[in-house]
């Protein structure tokens, strides 16, 4: 029996799969909110740097990973692949299913996979400080522990739900020398005009976006970082499903279905894109995003241009929204709490190339501790929607007596989110379906772009 599907250091991949040279449909371009028109390389570059402006806007497959950033990747990639045995035994399915984990890295997600090639692009460019936001802490302390390798200053601004409910991200944050602020902050003028409407805001990752972009744009020597959603963070990511097909390959296995946690995308774009391209190409191959029925952006939004953050800073992004003024309640998988998803991932959802389904926390949870108690390892929240959606693949692959060969993403280990294990074990924990009233009012104030 062989558990773990290991892979050398020289088979860290050299360079990043663009999903946007083989996609049927691309994306419709973002705009500029004055004027409506596609925005250039002049309109981002207060905030970013031309390569990273450059990848954004590439229709190149394959863009060569530097030499710096692969010696930074080596400190924990090329990541595991296990098959999850005793999960399967568990469940009693025929399935085989296999999980590629990425809790592995420093800061304990996949998110230092984009956090050092962005942390390396900006200092290449002059740049002295990122400023960014964070939801669970995840994203924060992947820059954090990036900007420190690369010798770049990093603040952040954390949703203060999360800050509240994790001091212990906070604490490693600022081992790894970044400013911490809890979002929203009297420090920029998007966040006073939240707190003036209302002094106990949770915040959102909407909320937190604007600070961040306001502290880089008022701030010449800052630049921006973004965790998710964008095209060069999908690119970064690609990584992990790169490694993944090469393990698959050595397992003699071939994923029926690939399934991923949704919050900004760029885990799911970052295991499915490189299989995606299979399926491009006639193979089967099925790809789950799963999300939380708080936030249900993919099942229950709309599909149209709307902000990326919640003061409108940002270009118009073609995407499903539940609107960008969404304050998502403060559920435990603060990760997912965002009101839109990547481009990328909203257009190959849109041309029925990946599927979504949404789900309660409670059996999430219910699934992460399934998985803990098989497995060993204790999920991230945020990966146990992938793991929700997993068990149900398998439970069905039961029902229908069919060997379906499941690949999940295990973005993250979830060590520091323990409060959250706590509130499920103590039975406080219960479920939110965000109230459509409520995603149409949010809706009908967006203008409508394009028809
Ligand atoms: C462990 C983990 N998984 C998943 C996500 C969701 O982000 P994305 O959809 O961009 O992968 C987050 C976000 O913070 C996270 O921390």
Redesign the pocket.
Known sequence: MQRKILLDEKDIPRSWYNIAADMPHLPAPPLHPATLKPVGPDDLSPIFPMSLIEQEMSAERWIAIPEEVLEIYSLWRPTPLFRAYSLEKALGTPARIYYKYEGVSPAG???PNTAVPQAYYNRKAGVKRLATE???G??GSALAFAGRLMGLDVTVYMVKVSYEQKPYRKMAMQTWGAGIHPSPSARTEAGKKVLAADPESPGSLGIAISEAVEDAATHPDTNYAL???LNH?LLH?SVIGLEAKKQMEIAGDYPDVIL?????????G?IAFPFLQDRIKGRDLRVVAVEPTSCPTLTRGEFRYDFGDTAGLTPYLMMYTLGHDFVPPGIHA???RYHAD?PLVCQLYHDGLIEAKACGQTSVFEAGLLFARTEGIIP?P??AHAIRGAIDEALAAREEKKETVILFNL??HGNFDMAAYDVYLSGKLVDYEYPSELIREALSKLPRIGG
């Open positions: 997600s996949h998110k964070t939801g669970a995840q994203w965790g998710s959603v963070v990511q991923a946690a949704c919050g900004g995308g760029s885990n799911l970052g603060g990760g997912l990547s991230a945020e990966s973005s993250g």
